[in-house]
């Protein structure tokens, strides 16, 4: 029996894993991103929760051979296999992933290029950590306290960092989920925060496509100064100047595409995806009129703002040009490869950047009207909003059962927001907030032998049978991988990380993150097992190897997640926000109201979200007018036109 069990699920279980990380990862990452990194990134997400997975089963497994007074064999297929996912994870994470994520952000213009500006980048951070390990290792040494394996130094440095980082995670999340859940329960609380956060992000958008434009000038203007050679006589040239002109052909397309997506978000904005192919899948073209007025006006009309970015461009290409004769060889000498390279990466960080910031505020333009119509009752706007269909095209097979799904699927809708929404999301805030209760008790005597305050370990005295003891181990340990990730997923670092959906993150951030889940999955699990105090396990035995290692073996695990405490009380009292903000100089964000100077912010996020409130309604109606020309079959649910 164990062995056809511990091969199910080692078998079905990373395969279920990996074709659902496979499925949400391609809605978030860029159409762009090349098949290596996004299999990475899967790979990371897959290992990650299936650890996690596993790990009742092994729980069920140790408490099995306890009730039975039988010792867990010591070669199983399942110890096993934690060696192999502890050691792939390591590879995957401390060596493949860093080169991969410096290979994608680098500018160059070859694969070996990239490839070499990668792996300098990176040997600078191994060099540092070579060195710290260094030092530590003589300092034991010289002191005699160097005991246990390479192995058991490896899993003990690992996991001192996955504890740290989960420490400060979730004394975050323990806290933030709770009131996360009772947040969305109460619309009207929401608006506020959502109001004045909505005039910072648009005001960081306006800042991020100043520096698109300033960027993509900066290329136009070192461009400009050069003369071209087509790539159809490049046959005549050396290699290296092969090479360069290539570098040159690249910069210009990249310059071209950041033209394209500086227009797209200046003059049109962009589409935000409800459900695919839903009626309500409209554009709120957030960047319309704002740049209309700021970033294409001349600047003799508005003092202080910037020229639009084609006439920006066509007078310095003309002052370029007017400098040069023509025919005659350029002022200035040909920029070297590796300053192409920089304005290449330059280029892509901006283009990347006012993507981001487009994308975030767009995002939360629609989070606003949503919550403006539940707090106002509009349930119909809300399920329009939420991409509950309108109607039916009478081509295709089977139009009416079609209609007939749709409008099932308008009615749960309509159930959900009307009479279930606000009561599931009180519950389950409550259910959070006892959980982390029970968690962080647990944690408070987590050193002591005699006696401890951990409830959860109540449930794992004995074997209650297969199912009811992996559904019980399911829970709480969901629970903490969801406060400890809620930060993770949550988190925006400007100008490096943060995940934007509709395919706006950048497969840097996807394998970051990857990568981070990963490292973490094996810590969160052991502190797990230490708080149900369930002895035996197969993950515990290979995890404690460490415990030979001074001050990072067992006393580490048992003493250092008492701080957690101290961080829930910290945030619990608004305090851990503010030691954030003044420790990243405001860097970075969880994305749980972001405040904003001015005079009135609350009521110039009103007037924002309203103008496009207003801009999503004639959309509407435009797309009414289109759909009365194509013959379609209605549900019977009436459509109600948003709110407002």
Known sequence: MDGSWAAAVLVCGPVLFAILAACVLSRFADRDASWLSFLTAVLGVTIAFSIVAVVPYDVWQALAFQEEHEDQPTHSLLRSSWVAIYWSTAVLTYLFVPVLMEYEASGDFSIGARIRTSLRRNAVFYVAYGLIVGLLLLLLILRGEVHGSLQSWSIAASNAWGLLVLTVLMGFGLVAVPRHFWHLANPSAQLRDLYISAVAKDEIRLSRLFELQDAVASARAELSAHDLVDREDLHGLSCSQQTAQLAFATLCHTVER???????????????????????????????????ASLTASPSCHPGRPMSLSSRLDSDGSSRGSSRGGGQSPLHPPPSMQQLAQLHRSLKVAALEARRASCCLDSHIQRCILFEDLDREHFKAAADLLGAPRGVS???????????????????????????????????????????????????????????????SLMFRRNLGPWLTQVLCVIPLSYMTYSAYFSIFRLKISGWYGLYGNHNTDIGSLLWCASILARLAAPLCYHFLLLIRVQGTSFQAFMGQMNVVPALGESFNQVFPCLVALLCSCNIFNVYGRIMQCLTLGVIDFELGAGADGEDPLADGKQLVERERRRLAEDFSMEMHEDRRSPLVFVSTPLAVPAG
């Open 258 to 292: 950041c033209e394209e997506l500086h227009g797209q978000l200046t003059n049109r904005g962009i589409d935000f995806v409800c459900s695919p192919g839903s009626p309500s899948n409209v554009s709120l073209k957030a960047a319309a009129s704002r740049e209309d």
């Open 394 to 456: 009478s081509r295709g097979c089977f139009p009416r059962a079609r209609a007939g799904a749709n409008q099932f699927w308008r009615w749960l809708l309509l159930l959900w927001l009307r009479h279930l929404r606000v009561r599931v999301l009180n519950g389950l805030g409550h259910a959070c907030c006892l959980l982390s209760t029970a968690i962080v008790l647990g944690q408070l005597t987590m050193f002591l032998d005699r006696w401890n305050l951990s409830m959860l």
